[in-house]
C-alpha cells in the first residue's frame, strides 16, 4: 500500500527536529515523511550534514531545502508560490508547520506563507510548539493534540544532537528544555513524554487515532 505522504515546514535547520522529532519518527514507519527547510542562515555545507544525519536518525525520507534568502525571506507573494508548488507536488495527506504565536520572526513568517498556501481544504494543517531556546510572546500555545512520544524519545534528542553547531552554540541546557517540555506534555496526558501540537485543521485521522 503507499503511504500518505505528510509536509513538515521548519524555517531553520533543527525546527522540526525541536519542534516533533518524537512524531516524525513516529509517523516515519506507516508515511512518507517529506521535510522542508526554509532557510540556512549561516555555516551551510556543515547544517546541511546535521540536517541528513537528523533525517536518517528519525527516518525523514527527504529533504527539501528551499534555499530562501534569509535576508527577504517573508510573508509574500514569491515565498507562498513556493508553499503552493510544493503542495501541488506532494499532494500531502497533512502538512506540519511552526506555531504562529512563536517569538522568531522567520518562523512566523514560515506559518503564515504554509497557511495562505492551506487555504485549500483538502490536507489536515497541525503546529508544533515554539522552537527552544524561544522568547517569551504575548499569546500562549494552546495544546490540542497530544502524540505519545515515550518510545521516540531518545530518537529525538539524538537528532537534536546531531545539529552539533547549535548544541555547541546553546550547551546542554538546550538539551534538557527539550526533555523537560517533552516531559511536561507526557504528564498532561499521563505517559512519559509527550508532543503537543495546536490543530488549525483536521479532515481526517492522522493514522494515529
Excluded at 505528510?6 to 524555517?11: D, K, P
Excluded at 506540519?96 to 506559518?111: A, R
Excluded at 485549500?120 to 508544533?128: E, I, K, R, S
Aim: hydrophobic content about 40%; charged content about 20%.
Amino acid at each position: 500500500m503507499t503511504k500518505r505522504t505528510i509536509l513538515i515546514f521548519g524555517a531553520h535547520p533543527d525546527d522540526v527536529e525541536i519542534g516533533m522529532g518524537g512524531a516524525i519518527k513516529k509517523l516515519s514507519d506507516t508515511h512518507r515523511i517529506i521535510s522542508c527547510v526554509a532557510t540556512l542562515p549561516n555555516l551551510k555545507d556543515a547544517r546541511k550534514k546535521e540536517v541528513s544525519e537528523a533525517a536518517r536518525i528519525l527516518g525523514i525520507h527527504a529533504i527539501r531545502h528551499l534555499a530562501l534568502s534569509p535576508q527577504t525571506f517573508g510573508f509574500n507573494r514569491q515565498t507562498v508560490k513556493t508553499m503552493d508548488a510544493l503542495i501541488e507536488e506532494y499532494k500531502p495527506h497533512s502538512v506540519f508547520t511552526q506555531w504562529i504565536g512563536d517569538s522568531h520572526q522567520d518562523h512566523v513568517h514560515l506559518t503564515q506563507c504554509v497557511l495562505a498556501a492551506a487555504r485549500h481544504n483538502h490536507f489536515n494543517v497541525l503546529m508544533y510548539e515554539q522552537a527552544i531556546p524561544g522568547g517569551i510572546t504575548h499569546s500562549a500555545f494552546r495544546p490540542q493534540l497530544y502524540i505519545d512520544v515515550s518510545a521516540q524519545m531518545e530518537d529525538k534528542i539524538a537528532s537534536i544532537l546531531a545539529h552539533k553547531t547549535q548544541h555547541n552554540k546553546y550547551g546542554e541546557g538546550w538539551i534538557q528544555g527539550v526533555r523537560g517540555r517533552g516531559m511536561h506534555r507526557g504528564y498532561q496526558i499521563k505517559t512519559e513524554y509527550a508532543e503537543a501540537f495546536e490543530v488549525v485543521k483536521i479532515k481526517e485521522d492522522l493514522g494515529l487515532l
